[in-house]
């Protein structure tokens, strides 16, 4: 019988699924090696957190490393791609998290989460706790060098984009449930072009039914219907839905484009960051004519460049 003869979902242009159980990534699955860039210095190598689970990461040290008397910050990114597709070892991501490495002058820890639908939420959230943990654990020493003798826990960040900026949200929020190891304290968050989303529309958000449907399918897909279009992890805005007041993060960086349909979640993020009662610092940046995630692919672009400069100075900053 033929795999493919029966559809169960399609996502284009990210993903389908058959109901032979067979998962067709449709991109974000070319992995290129951990290497030294040649352009920037910025070396990178891999790392198995939890060999029983596969969780893994992409480690991104800068050239500076090599000279400064001084630790560095230290940023935890999530990669996005709907919880199903995507890791740090493919090109847009690699290249995006060694241009901020290089360019910011910070270490990076790229975490590899299980993906859905063969694993489904709360899986990733589960495995990028893990990782989140396992580079805490090194602020009292530990068998990864770069992060216990070059790395500054007092600066430890998190980032993500879409998906990944979910993620990173919930990360703050178990942190601010159950702590870090040795103490450890998340300085910052920086969201671009974060997933969330919820049954009723917000602000200008789209009302069309088979764009809401599409988004809908895909959570549905990730976590097999275990949680609802209005649960805490993919619309923590909901009424009724408590932990923003207690974010374990000093400062949040949201980074919004104009042309997402994402857009809308993202200013309601801030806004209900705000009302909360959280009491840290809140910035947000618009990218005026832009779309979902374009830095990512037009990294010289104007617009993509001034994205850069702002989380750069998010991670520089004291």
Known sequence: MDPKADLQFEYLPFIRTYKSGLVERLCGTEIIPATTDPATGV???????????????????????????????????????????????????????????????????????????????????????????????????????WLANLGDFEHLFLAGDSAGANISHRMAVRAGEGGLKHGVRIKGMAFLHPFFWGTQPVGLETRDAGVRAGIEGLWQLVCAGRMGMDDECVNPMAEGVAGMAGLACERVLVCVAELDVLRERGKAYCEGLTKSGWGGELDLLESVGEEHVFYMFRPEYKKALELMERLVAFFSRD
């Not at 990669?79 to 090109?91: D, K, V």
């Open 43 to 145: 070396a990178s190598k891999d790392v198995i957190i939890d060999s029983d689970t596969g969780i893994a990461a992409r480690l991104f040290l800068p050239i500076s490393a090599r000279h400064l008397r001084k630790k560095l910050p230290i940023v935890v990114y999530y990669h996005g791609g709907g919880f199903c597709i995507g890791s740090p070892y493919c090109p847009p991501y690699h290249f995006f998290v060694s241009s901020f490495v290089a360019r910011a002058n910070v270490i990076a820890v790229s975490v590899d989460y299980r993906l859905a639908p063969e694993h489904l939420l709360p899986i990733a959230y589960d495995d990028s706790l893990r990782a989140l943990q396992w580079v805490a654990s090194h602020a009292k020493g530990g068998h990864e060098k």
